[in-house]
C-alpha cells in the first residue's frame, strides 16, 4: 500500500519536472487520446466498439500497459477504436469519477447499442496484454451484417429495391471483423450481407466461380458489380463509395489547436469590421496547419476464420499423404453451432496469436462432416460428438484427440502447446488412414486451391514442398505452414524462438489477416 505523504511529495516532484503532466501517448500513437469534452463525440456517439483506457501517467502498471496498449491500437485501426483519458489531468477528473475509475488503469470497453441511445459499457478484466485486448474487442463488435440463404435470397433483394446492397459471397460460416466493420461503415446507407457456398441458388444467380467474391448492387435496376480489386479495407470501401458515401466518424481534436480557434473567435469580435476579415485569414492561417487528422486507417493482422477443407481430395493432400506433416482438423456437423462457433473461434484466434509472434505452427482447418471422407475418417478414430478436434501426422502415423470438457481459448491453447512441445502421448493411426497415393479428382466447380494432381508422384511432392502453391486463398496462405519449414520438422512440436529472434530461426514474417 503507497503510503500518502510519499505519494504526495513524489506527485509534486513529478509536477516540477519538465513535461511531468504529458499523457502516455504521443501525438503519433495509435491510440487515440480522449478528454472528457471529445468523449462523448469520439466515443459514445461513434458506431464502432471502442475500448478506453483511464490512466495516470506516473502509474507504473499503466506504463507497463503502454506497449500492449499500441500494439491493439495497431492491431484494431480501421475496425475498432482504442482509446485514453488522463485522469491525471484536472480537467477530466471528474469525468473519470463519473465512470467508476477508482484505480489505474482501468480499461472499458464501449460498444454502441443497436438502434441507438446510450452505448453499452463494460469493465475489460482480461489479460493486460495485445491478444487479450484484440480478442475481447472484436468479440465485442455489432455484427450487422445480414445472414443470407436461398430461402431469403429474395426478400434480401426486395426488401428497399431501391436501397443499394453489397454482398459478399464466401466459403466460410462466420463473419470476419473485417466485413463486420464495414457493414458498420455503411450502416443504414448500404445494407451488407453474406451468402455461403452451399446456397446453389443464389451461387447461380449471380453466377460465382470463386470465393470469397463480394458484389455490388447499386439499387433499382441498375446491374450488379462484381469486385475485383484488392480484399483490403481501403480498396473495398472506395469500391462500395460508389453507390452511397460512408459514415463519417470524427477525428480527435488537438487541444491546443481547440483554444487557438477560441482565442481566434473572441480576437474576432473585439475588433472592427475592416480588421475582422484579416483577424480570420490570420487565424485560419495559424491554426489550419493543426487541424486535427486522423490518419488513414491502416488494416494490420486480425484473426480470420480458420480455413475449410471441403473435399475429399483436398482433405487428404492436406493432411493424409505419406509426407503430410502435424494438421489439427476440427470437425464440425454445424458451423452455426454453439459449440462449433466456440470452437472454431478458439482456433482462429489462436492461428492469429502464433502469426502475431512470427512463429512457426502446423495449419488449422475445419472439416464439414458431410464431405467424402469425413464420416469414415471419424469412425475409425470413434470419434461421435458433433465437435471433433484432433492433431494428426500422417507421415509419422500417430493422432491426438482434444478432450477438454470445452472449447475455451485457453483449453485449446493448453492442448495446442503441449502438441507443440511434443508433451503427451499419441495414439496410433488405423490401418487405411494414410493414402498412399493421390488418385486425380473430377472437379465439379471452380476451386481457388493447389491442384490436387500435384502429388501423384514423389517428384511432384517434393516440389510442392519446396514452393508455395500461388492458386491457394489468402485465408489458407495466412495459416498454411511455410514450405521452409515443409522440409525440416518445424512443424512437429519444437521448442520457441527467442522474442526477436524471428529470422534467425527461419520464420517468414507474419501473414497478413485483412482479407474477407
Known sequence: MHHPTLCAVAVALL?????????????????????AKSYDRLIAKSNHTSIVEFYAPWCGHCKNLQPAYEKAAKNLAGIAKVAAVDCDDDANKQFCGQMGVQGFPTLKIVRPKKGGGKPMVQDYNGQRTASGIVE????????HVVKVEDKTLDKFLDDEKDAPKALLFTDKGTTSSLLKSIAIDFLDVITVGQVRNTQAKAVEKFGITKYPTLILLPGGDAPAVTYDGELKKEALVTFLSQAGAPNPDPAPAKPKAAKKEKKAEKKTEKKTEKKAHSSESSSTAESEPEVPTQEAPVIIEKALPIPTINSQEKLIKECLTEKSHTC???????????SAKKALDSLAQLSFKYAQGKRNLFPFYEVPTNINGAAPLLKALDLTNEVEIIAINARRGWWRHFEGADFAHTTVE?????????????KKLPEGIVAISVEQPTPATPEPEADPTAADTPDATEAAASEEPTPLTPEENATRVPPESSATEATDPEPECQTGAAEQCGARPAAEHDEL
Open 15 to 35: 509536477s516540477a519536472l519538465p513535461g511531468a503532466q504529458a499523457g502516455l501517448y504521443s501525438k503519433k500513437s495509435p491510440v487515440l487520446q480522449v478528454d
Open 136 to 143: 475481447a474487442v472484436v468479440q465485442a463488435m455489432n455484427n
Open 328 to 338: 489439427v482438423l476440427a470437425f464440425v456437423s454445424n458451423s452455426e453451432s454453439d
Open 414 to 426: 493448453s492442448w495446442i502447446d503441449a502438441i507443440r512441445m511434443g508433451e503427451g502421448s499419441k
